[in-house]
């Protein structure tokens, strides 16, 4: 079945592409894939795991309200965020793929963030990047 994968953080520019990418997996009838990717090491320490998963939790009670089918993946394995998104929208079969940007400095925006360039060159389907809300 195909899907509509989204990299998920607890950060604004998380929420507006959970947000977006609901909206996408209601509009095309498709199932949603969460994707929570972290690098792990030495600053993944307990605290941060468990901040993560109350984070999670909250994503999946709110996904239960609005009754969209969903999956949520949790992943520390090392890999950049990239990869991961990548990697999960192609096992997928992913129709598209929603990632959020934040907001960025004059100079910051002459370079894109290395994990949103990578998805949007790498990426087999569509992607949509999607802004925080200010």
Do not use: W
Request: a negative charge; proline letters at 4%; one cysteine or more.
């Amino acid at each position: 079945m195909a899907t509509v994968v989204v990299g998920y953080v607890a950060k604004p520019e998380g929420e507006a592409a959970l947000e977006r990418a609901v909206q996408e997996a209601e509009l095309r009838g498709l199932k949603l894939v969460v994707v929570s990717s972290a690098r792990g090491g030495p600053d993944y320490d307990e605290k941060a795991a468990m901040e993560q998963d109350a984070a999670l939790d909250e994503v999946r009670h709110r996904l239960d309200a609005k009754g969209v089918p969903y999956v949520v993946r949790q992943l520390v394995r090392g890999f950049d965020p990239a990869d991961d998104l990548i990697s999960i929208a192609e096992a997928n079969a992913a129709e598209l793929l929603v990632i959020g940007l934040r907001r960025r400095s004059p100079v910051g925006k002459l370079i894109l963030g290395s994990n949103a360039q990578r998805i949007l060159l790498d990426a087999h389907c569509p992607v949509l990047a999607v802004k925080a809300g200010d």
